[in-house]
Nanobody, 124 residues
Framework: QVPLVESGGGLVQAGGSLRLSCAAS????????MGWFRQALGKEREFVAA????????DYDDSVKGRFTISKDNAKNTMYLQMNSLKPEDTAVYYCAGTSMWYFRRQPANFNSWGQGTQVTVSS
């Protein structure tokens, strides 16, 4: 497991942008596939985006494709989620997570390291 801390959430109007960060501790961050998930009130946690350990491949849920960009800086032990053209339905608590298995990247149960979450609220 790797300790993770998210930051960058907040309140933004529809159409606006936010950049989330996920800072990791320790020396194993570069070995991890990393993902972003979100959980809206009363709903299950859902996949948003994932990136390979090296950062050379990414995957996005259709609902965010073309609007969100995931990136990873192994030298800084940090992952990012740039969110543009935000919509009210993007409102949720966003979590970063790490796993050793890219194949199951869309399944929360596959991730064994989680941050505490950061709230993103998009007003209409």
């Amino acid at each position: 497991q790797v300790p993770l801390v998210e930051s960058g959430g907040g309140l933004v109007q529809a159409g606006g942008s936010l950049r989330l960060s996920c800072a990791a501790s320790g020396r194993t961050f570069s070995r991890y596939t990393m993902g972003w998930f979100r959980q809206a009130l009363g709903k299950e946690r859902e996949f948003v985006a994932a990136i390979t350990a090296s950062g050379d491949s990414t995957d996005y849920d259709d609902s965010v494709k073309g609007r969100f960009t995931i990136s990873k800086d192994n030298a800084k032990n940090t992952m990012y989620l740039q969110m543009n053209s935000l919509k009210p339905e993007d409102t949720a608590v966003y979590y970063c997570a790490g796993t050793s298995m890219w194949y199951f990247r869309r399944q929360p149960a596959n991730f064994n390291s989680w941050g505490q979450g950061t709230q993103v609220t998009v007003s209409s």
